[in-house]
């Protein structure tokens, strides 16, 4: 039997020398009460990035194109990216065990980059959060869930009572990870972005997806 999924990959690599066909899936959440506290397993320290931790955070998020601000992995000039997120006052997480680097996540006050070429604008009372990250050997251990739940409840203390996020339909486990944390999808945009290109011509957009364009 043919299933969605696979129609879905067999999609994906045929346009793939083309460009990068993508179906972006918007998740959101009240913050009107607290966000109940992931168990801290791993007995993980929090600390905000500076600018020090950048070129760090870009070998990270280099080698992935879903996070990747970059238009490659040898796109040295993207780094400024993610120094102008910082300087307008968005805040990055870093998570670490014994010293070493388990999680980074970023959550975003004024506007955060989203769709290619269409930022998502956010309202006084509103965060999103974006660019999730969790090297291999600490997966599946509970460190997204406690730092996200951190992150959001920080948030709510600086008058946020509400929260979207940004997941991609190629990444069912990241997806259900999102359904567990108390995350509800809301709409999704399907897109194909033509290489050499920085504008995105929208192919389908299905469900509420209007905080995506705003202007």
């Not at 020090?52 to 998020?61: A, G, Q």
């Amino acid at each position: 039997m043919i299933t969605r999924g696979f129609l879905w990959r067999w999609a994906r690599a045929a346009t793939s020398p083309f460009g990068d066909l993508s179906c972006a899936i918007l998740f959101e959440r009240s913050l009107a009460g607290p966000v109940p506290p992931a168990a801290n397993r791993l007995r993980v320290s929090l600390r905000l990035a500076d600018e020090d931790d950048l070129d760090m955070i870009c070998t990270l998020y280099a080698g992935d194109s879903w996070l990747w601000l970059g238009t490659g992995p040898g796109d040295h000039a993207a780094r400024a990216h993610y120094v102008e997120r910082m300087r307008r006052g968005e805040l990055c997480y870093l998570a670490l065990v014994d010293g070493q680097l388990a999680h980074v996540n970023w959550i975003c006050f004024s506007w955060g980059e989203a769709l290619p070429g269409r930022p998502l604008r956010l309202r006084a009372g509103e965060v999103y959060t974006t660019d999730a990250f969790t090297p291999t050997p600490f997966r599946g251990k509970g460190v997204h869930a406690f730092v996200l739940g951190t992150m959001l409840n920080d948030a709510r203390e600086r008058g946020a009572r509400h929260a979207f996020t940004l997941g991609a339909l190629d990444r069912p486990d990241a997806l259900k990870g999102l359904q567990a944390l108390g995350w509800r999808e809301t709409g999704r945009v399907t897109y194909f972005q033509p290489r050499g290109m920085s504008q995105t011509p929208l192919m389908i957009r299905r469900g509420m997806t209007e905080p995506l364009f705003r202007h």
